[in-house]
Every structure is written in structure tokens, then in C-alpha cells.
């Protein structure tokens, strides 16, 4: 039997370091064993997916150095690697399983729904659905589908015992039937959800070995239920943990950076972000810290992982970057600099910013520190002095540029533009915090160029940070929160 991982991530935002570290422990794990490693796109998401994401998500990957054998771009024998693109298989698998009896259409409402829900907290239960449309008869089912009322297909679920199953690193698990919900396996629009996608495509992609994070060791017993449906083997399954923020909360954009892109603008070489993440739960035989992907694979063992939650630390990963660019050459060091912002494209995205408004050569580096390099904060005062509220601008900003799709100066002038006169405010006055946390001082080259140009990743972050500086108290940022609900509303009518 041929050893074969996967990583399938959603192309629904920036390409998250998470990815980058299951990726590499998939790819590491097959490599080990002479296998193949495989990629695929969970892009059922309709309204959030985008090209623009796969692309981001293919660029990252192979910056980093990850290659797989088959995907959506390189095809392969079992494509498509889309799952949008698989829609008549999920049907056809989905239609069997009702056709069994293993599965249900459901014609509950969401206000059904949710008032069961709540009847089911008040009394301390746990919440799952009730069983209510499981028992429907042939005849009422055919007429309802028939006069086209809304239904998904859910699946059936004992009530009574367990669902054992062994994992490869946490050895076996047991979780009761009855904390284990019905779920929907298609939803109303025809689309699957991740549970029955993520069983069918797994089988008819002969996926061996599935190691993904450990937040889906609860959904084993829905996708082990799934497998037995259908006569299956199920693959080996192995929950990695967590990546943690410092104070060992899960890894999260409000606490840490966690695109890949940001680590690549701010200048960590990819193979000093690979050997991070290595590091990150799993050790060599030798216990050195400086190792490559290669060397990784060549030692790869699951005994080797660490069970507890590994923390991502920037200041350890700037420390490592550090011990990578002081083992390179001068030379090599030279094209490294090259490769990350001296070079060509990067400049002609500045000729535009800086030229008229230079008079010697030497008056670029004050103009473009902020730019190549990460800026000074000025303190909490700086941002109180001025008579725009600083934390609402900037957290609202923050807020909007998370769902921004197009990255480009108009799209960006268009958010602050209905910020400011939703809170009444000049656009000058609006904008002035926003100098601040991006540039670090009042003054600097066109706010909107200088996001275009240092990317959503670094703008968002130097945003975050500057709400650090500020200072937001839990009850400040629960009332900044519902202000931000509030113009969201506005915008709607």
C-alpha cells in the first residue's frame, strides 16, 4: 500500500501558517514512508471562496518549498481537486446513502431549529438535532421534495453507546453517540458540507493517512459513521496539536500574524519558517534545532510529536531566521536582500510614490524607512492628542480591511470614506490615527499607496499593534464591537 497525505485547505482568505504546518507534516510523513503527497481546495464555501485565494494559497506553499503530486493545478488521475467542482459525485454518494436508510431529508426551519437549540440549553442538554424528520414516511418525503420545499439530507446516528477509534498519537479515543449530532450532510443549495466531502473525497483519492489539527477529533465518530455506510476502511487518523499564541490561546490573527505572506514581507526566509514549524511539536533524533524539510523527512516519526500545545513565538522564529542569514555567504546574503525588497518590481511600485518628491538620491531613505523596514510606534499620547476617536477609527478600519477583497488604493480610500461619515468625521481627521499606526509618525508618503504597497498582511498588523499601544479595555472593545454592528447595519439599508 502506497502511502498517501493530503492538505486541503479553503480559499477563503490570507494562507494561514496552520496550513503551512499540517502541510509540512503530511508532506514530511508521506516523503518518510515513499508516498505521495497531495493538495485539494474545500471550496464549498461559495461566498467567501475566490481564485485569488487558491493563488495565494499555491504561492505560499511553494515559496515555502512544499510540492505535492496532484491538485487543482497540476491535475492528476484522481481530480477534480475542486470540490466545487464535485458536486455530482457528493450527490450520487449522498442519494445512496438515503437510498440505505442512512440518511434523511430534513425539512426543519431555521426558527424550528433554533427555538429547539434553546429549549436544549435551558435544560442543560447537549445541543443535537431531535430526531424530528427522521421518521417521515416514503410518500410525505416525495411530496414535499415534489412541491419544492426547502430540505437538507442529514445523517442518522445512534443514540445509545459509544464510538471507539484508535488514534496514531493519542492512542484510543471513545466519545458517546449521544454527543454526536445528525448532521447535515447537503445542504439546501446542493452543496456539501465538510463532513461528507471530506470522507468521499479522502476514499476516492486512496488517502492513507490523514494528519490534520486535533479541534477534529470530535467529528472522528461522524466521518467513522460515514465510512461504515458506505463499506469502507477508514485511514489512519493522527490529530496534531494546536499552534498556540504566547499565553496559549489557539493560534489567532487578533494575537499573532498568522499568514504566511506577512512572515515573507517581513523578511523570514522560507526555509528558516519550515524549520520553525518543524520544531513546532516534533524534534529530531539529535535534539538540534537548525534542520532543513529534507532533514526533517529523512527522520520523521510520529513518536517524535509532542502532544502539548507548541507555542508560536516570533521572537524565537526572528531568532532562527537570524542563525539562516548568518550562515549564508555575502553573496548569497546580497540576493537574499535582492530577492525580499530590493529588486525591480518592488521599486517600480515606488518610483510612482517618491520621485516627484525627491531632490537628492539621499532623501529616500527618510522618506522610505517605514516602508522597507518596520516602523517606531509613538506612544498611547500621540494617538489621544488628536481629536478623532483613535481606537474606533482604528479598530473599525481594522474591521473592514479583514474583508476587503480587492487590495488596491481605491477599494481601501472607499472603507475609510464611509467610516469617517458614518462617524461624522473629516476624512483629514479620520485619517490622521491611521498615519500614525501605519507610518509611525503624522506625516508620511500617501496613506492609501503606502498600504497598497506594504500589502493587507503587514497593514493589518501594524494596525493591530497600534490598538495594543492604545490600550483597549474588554469593555472598551465589547463597545467598539457593537459600534462597529451598528455601522455594518447601517450600510445595509
Same mark, same amino acid.
Given at each position: 500500500?502506497?502511502?498517501?497525505?493530503?492538505?486541503?485547505?479553503?480559499?477563503?482568505?490570507?494562507?494561514?501558517?496552520?496550513?503551512?504546518?499540517?502541510?509540512?507534516?503530511?508532506?514530511?510523513?508521506?516523503?518518510?514512508?515513499?508516498?505521495?503527497?497531495?493538495?485539494?481546495?474545500? +471550496?464549498?464555501?461559495?461566498?467567501?471562496?475566490?481564485?485569488?485565494?487558491?493563488?495565494?494559497?499555491?504561492?505560499?506553499?511553494?515559496?515555502?518549498?512544499?510540492?505535492?503530486?496532484?491538485?487543482?493545478?497540476?491535475?492528476?488521475?484522481?481530480?477534480?481537486?475542486?470540490?466545487?467542482?464535485?458536486?455530482?459525485?457528493?450527490?450520487?454518494?449522498?442519494?445512496?446513502? =438515503?437510498?440505505?436508510? +442512512?440518511?434523511?431529508?430534513?425539512?426543519?426551519?431555521?426558527?424550528?431549529?433554533?427555538?429547539?437549540?434553546?429549549?436544549?440549553?435551558?435544560?442543560?442538554?447537549?445541543?443535537?438535532?431531535?430526531?424530528?424528520?427522521?421518521?417521515?414516511?416514503?410518500?410525505?418525503?416525495?411530496?414535499?421534495?415534489?412541491?419544492?420545499?426547502?430540505?437538507?439530507?442529514?445523517?442518522?446516528?445512534?443514540?445509545?453507546? =459509544?464510538?471507539?477509534? +484508535?488514534?496514531?498519537?493519542?492512542?484510543?479515543?471513545?466519545?458517546?453517540?449521544?454527543?454526536?449530532?445528525?448532521?447535515?450532510?447537503?445542504?439546501?443549495?446542493?452543496?456539501?458540507?465538510?463532513?461528507?466531502?471530506?470522507?468521499? +473525497?479522502?476514499?476516492?483519492?486512496?488517502?492513507?493517512?490523514?494528519?490534520?489539527?486535533?479541534?477534529?477529533?470530535?467529528? =472522528?465518530?461522524?466521518?467513522?459513521?460515514?465510512?461504515?455506510?458506505?463499506?469502507?476502511?477508514?485511514?489512519?487518523?493522527?490529530?496534531?496539536?494546536?499552534?498556540?499564541?504566547?499565553?496559549?490561546?489557539?493560534?489567532?490573527?487578533?494575537?499573532?500574524?498568522?499568514?504566511?505572506?506577512?512572515?515573507?514581507?517581513?523578511?523570514?526566509?522560507?526555509?528558516?519558517?519550515?524549520?520553525?514549524?518543524?520544531?513546532?511539536?516534533?524534534?529530531?533524533?539529535?535534539?538540534?534545532?537548525?534542520?532543513?524539510?529534507?532533514?526533517?523527512?529523512?527522520?520523521?516519526?510520529?513518536?517524535?510529536?509532542?502532544?502539548?500545545?507548541?507555542?508560536?513565538?516570533?521572537?524565537?522564529?526572528?531568532?532562527?531566521?537570524?542563525?539562516?542569514?548568518?550562515?549564508?555567504?555575502?553573496?548569497?546574503?546580497?540576493?537574499?536582500?535582492?530577492?525580499?525588497?530590493?529588486?525591480?518590481?518592488?521599486?517600480?511600485?515606488?518610483?510612482?510614490?517618491?520621485?516627484?518628491?525627491?531632490?537628492?538620491?539621499?532623501?529616500?531613505?527618510?522618506?522610505?524607512?517605514?516602508?522597507?523596514?518596520?516602523?517606531?510606534?509613538?506612544?498611547?499620547?500621540?494617538?489621544?492628542?488628536?481629536?478623532?476617536?483613535?481606537?474606533?477609527?482604528?479598530?473599525?478600519?481594522?474591521?473592514?480591511?479583514?474583508?476587503?477583497?480587492?487590495?488596491?488604493?481605491?477599494?481601501?480610500?472607499?472603507?475609510?470614506?464611509?467610516?469617517?461619515?458614518?462617524?461624522?468625521?473629516?476624512?483629514?481627521?479620520?485619517?490622521?490615527?491611521?498615519?500614525?499606526?501605519?507610518?509611525?509618525?503624522?506625516?508620511?508618503?500617501?496613506?492609501?499607496?503606502?498600504?497598497?504597497?506594504?500589502?493587507?498582511?503587514?497593514?493589518?498588523?501594524?494596525?493591530?499593534?497600534?490598538?495594543?499601544?492604545?490600550?483597549?479595555?474588554?469593555?472598551?472593545?465589547?463597545?467598539?464591537?457593537?459600534?462597529?454592528?451598528?455601522?455594518?447595519?447601517?450600510?445595509?439599508?
Amino acid at each position: 500500500m502506497k502511502v498517501r497525505t493530503r492538505i486541503a485547505p479553503s480559499p477563503t482568505g490570507d494562507p494561514h501558517v496552520g496550513t503551512a504546518y499540517i502541510a509540512l507534516f503530511n508532506w514530511a510523513f508521506a516523503t518518510r514512508h515513499g508516498g505521495e503527497f497531495i493538495l485539494r481546495l474545500e +471550496d464549498t464555501d461559495a461566498a467567501r471562496s475566490t481564485k485569488a485565494s487558491e493563488q495565494k494559497i499555491f504561492s505560499a506553499l511553494r515559496w515555502l518549498g512544499i510540492s505535492w503530486v496532484e491538485g487543482p493545478d497540476l491535475g492528476g488521475p484522481h481530480g477534480a481537486y475542486r470540490q466545487s467542482e464535485r458536486l455530482p459525485i457528493y450527490r450520487r454518494h449522498v442519494d445512496q446513502l =438515503v437510498a440505505n436508510g +442512512d440518511a434523511f431529508p430534513c425539512f426543519c426551519t431555521t426558527e424550528r431549529l433554533d427555538a429547539m437549540r434553546q429549549a436544549q440549553q435551558a435544560k442543560g442538554e447537549t445541543t443535537r438535532y431531535d430526531g424530528h424528520c427522521q421518521n417521515l414516511s416514503a410518500e410525505e418525503v416525495a411530496a414535499r421534495i415534489q412541491a419544492g420545499e426547502s430540505h437538507v439530507i442529514r445523517m442518522r446516528v445512534p443514540t445509545e453507546g =459509544v464510538c471507539a477509534f +484508535d488514534d496514531l498519537l493519542r492512542g484510543r479515543i471513545e466519545i458517546p453517540w449521544s454527543q454526536v449530532d445528525m448532521q447535515v450532510l447537503l445542504k439546501a443549495d446542493g452543496f456539501p458540507t465538510y463532513h461528507l466531502a471530506v470522507v468521499v +473525497d479522502d476514499y476516492l483519492m486512496e488517502i492513507t493517512h490523514v494528519l490534520r489539527g486535533e479541534e477534529w477529533i470530535n467529528s =472522528v465518530p461522524k466521518h467513522q459513521l460515514l465510512y461504515r455506510y458506505f463499506g469502507w476502511d477508514m485511514p489512519a487518523h493522527a490529530h496534531l496539536p494546536l499552534l498556540r499564541n504566547p499565553d496559549h490561546s489557539k493560534l489567532s490573527k487578533r494575537k499573532n500574524p498568522t499568514s504566511i505572506n506577512y512572515y515573507r514581507d517581513i523578511g523570514i526566509l522560507p526555509e528558516a519558517l519550515l524549520n520553525y514549524l518543524g520544531m513546532m511539536g516534533w524534534s529530531m533524533p539529535d535534539e538540534r534545532e537548525i534542520f532543513s524539510a529534507r532533514d526533517m523527512a529523512e527522520h520523521f516519526e510520529l513518536s517524535r510529536i509532542s502532544l502539548g500545545g507548541p507555542v508560536f513565538d516570533l521572537d524565537k522564529l526572528s531568532w532562527l531566521n537570524g542563525q539562516y542569514l548568518r550562515a549564508l555567504s555575502p553573496d548569497a546574503f546580497g540576493d537574499r536582500i535582492g530577492r525580499w525588497m530590493l529588486n525591480r518590481d518592488k521599486l517600480n511600485a515606488l518610483i510612482p510614490l517618491i520621485q516627484q518628491r525627491t531632490g537628492r538620491l539621499d532623501d529616500l531613505a527618510p522618506q522610505l524607512d517605514y516602508l522597507l523596514g518596520n516602523r517606531r510606534l509613538p506612544d498611547a499620547a500621540a494617538f489621544s492628542s488628536n481629536k478623532a476617536p483613535a481606537a474606533q477609527i482604528i479598530d473599525h478600519t481594522l474591521r473592514s480591511l479583514e474583508t476587503l477583497g480587492a487590495w488596491e488604493r481605491n477599494a481601501i480610500f472607499n472603507v475609510c470614506k464611509s467610516l469617517a461619515d458614518h462617524l461624522g468625521l473629516k476624512l483629514k481627521d479620520f485619517l490622521q490615527p491611521l498615519f500614525l499606526a501605519i507610518s509611525g509618525r503624522e506625516v508620511s508618503l500617501p496613506l492609501f499607496d503606502s498600504m497598497v504597497f506594504l500589502g493587507s498582511d503587514v497593514t493589518r498588523v501594524r494596525l493591530r499593534e497600534a490598538l495594543d499601544v492604545i490600550g483597549v479595555s474588554k469593555k472598551a472593545a465589547k463597545e467598539l464591537e457593537k459600534n462597529y454592528s451598528a455601522f455594518l447595519a447601517a450600510t445595509r439599508e
